[in-house]
């Protein structure tokens, strides 16, 4: 592998879509084809040293090692749960750390990944969201999870989902989340189609309505949490910039396709978005809408100032909504004793003040 800090005037070729590829090897004097052959090795193949790609001329080859660089996000832990989920701490090219998660038969094996270092929204109940916003990551970086996972876990060849649901807003890191999912989707690379991308966002509205023209249109998850904004506005900052209502509106104008659903996220806070009634309200809001309803029990954590509902409570809430029509689904909480749960991210041991230090959580 060619360490991209080492040729700082090298291009990132993990950061090119195929096309850009094509363009750039054009330039050079090389067919464009090649940059399928190339797709291949980065993706399907999992290598990332040109020297290697050996259906490729010796001349290309120079020509990539002389002015191309691939980094690769390297593995620092992998810690596997009795549940089978899977935590990896990814190193990046400057030293910054963010975890994927691999969760296993959901039903499909599913890969949870990070768009940004930190986050800005600061969401009360997630530790991200206590750290400010690190930096975006690149789409090389948001694949490069991909490229390591599928690697480590002997699924290149396989079907698999990816949910953006990590460390951050894929919305507020817009145009590098979109990049990330036609590299995922180009055929000569991963060929994972939009319909098995989940993007989940917390309500960035222009963002949204943006994605709402999108050729590559993943599934759509909503972080909720609360049905009203007085109650949203405690728990999700943003609520006061786009409230409740001016969601759920471009909600119901989002182009959902044929046998999908808009998923809404729900995280169950003790005595704080749990009863009866709230259950009925976020029904009542909901009404028309081709949706459903993930109910997360909170994962307490330390530094995290709300406590996981009963079993009572979190059933009655759940029954509430389906008794009103409501699909509804109550997330099992897998990984929690390798910290792999969703809100239960935390890359330790670095130092903040040198924009490091992280603690992460699902949006
Ligand atoms: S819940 Fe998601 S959007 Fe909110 S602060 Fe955490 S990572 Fe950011």
């Known amino acids: 592998m060619i360490d991209q800090q080492e040729h700082p005037v090298a291009i990132a070729l993990h ?5 850009s590829l094509e363009d750039a090897l054009a330039t050079r004097g090389h067919q464009r ?6 797709f291949r090795w980065l993706y399907r193949r999992g290598v990332d040293d040109v020297a290697a790609m050996t259906d490729l001329s010796r001349d290309l080859r120079d020509t990539l090692a002389r002015e191309f660089a691939v980094s690769t996000p390297q593995l620092v ?3 596997r749960s009795t549940d089978g989920t899977e935590k990896f701490l990814l190193r990046l090219a400057d030293g910054r750390q963010v975890e994927s998660v691999f969760i296993p038969d959901t039903p499909a094996q599913t890969f949870c990944i990070s768009t940004q270092v930190g986050c800005a929204m600061a969401c009360a109940f997630c530790l991200t969201g206590k750290m400010g916003l690190v930096r975006n990551l690149s789409a090389g970086e948001i694949v ?5 996972l599928a690697g480590a876990l002997d699924l290149r060849d396989k079907a698999f989902n990816i949910v953006l649901m990590g460390m951050g807003e894929p919305l507020h890191n817009y145009d590098e989340t979109m990049k990330a999912l036609r590299i995922l989707a180009d055929a000569h690379g991963f060929g994972l189609p939009p319909r098995r991308v989940t993007l989940s966002t917390v309500g960035l509205l222009p963002a949204l309505e943006r994605l709402a023209q999108e050729p590559i249109m993943p599934n759509l998850a909503v972080s909720l949490h609360a049905p009203t ?3 949203r506005g405690e728990l999700v900052p943003l609520n006061r910039k786009y409230g409740v209502a001016d969601i759920i509106a471009a909600c119901r104008k989002f182009p959902v396709k044929k046998r999908s659903r808009i998923t809404f996220e729900y995280v169950l806070l003790a005595g704080v978005n749990d009863t009866p009634e709230d259950a009925v309200r976020l029904a009542r809001l909901l009404a028309g809408l081709k949706s459903k309803v993930n109910v997360i029990p909170l994962n307490a954590a330390p530094g995290i100032p709300f406590t996981r509902p009963s079993d009572e409570t979190i ?4 029954a509430t909504l389906a008794e009103r029509g409501v699909l509804v689904s109550v997330r099992k909480s897998r990984g929690r004793d ?5 809100g239960q991210l935390i890359v330790e041991g670095q130092n903040r003040s040198a ?4 603690a992460i959580a699902m949006s």
Do not use: P
């Open 15 to 19: 950061e090119l879509e195929r096309l």
């Open 144 to 148: 490069g999870q991909v490229r390591v």
């Open 315 to 318: 059933d009655r809430f759940a």
């Open 33 to 38: 084809f090649h940059a399928r052959q190339i």
């Open 229 to 231: 904004d007085a109650q």
């Open 77 to 79: 832990v992998r810690e």
């Open 338 to 342: 390798i910290r792999a749960a969703c």
């Open 355 to 358: 924009g490091q230090k992280l």
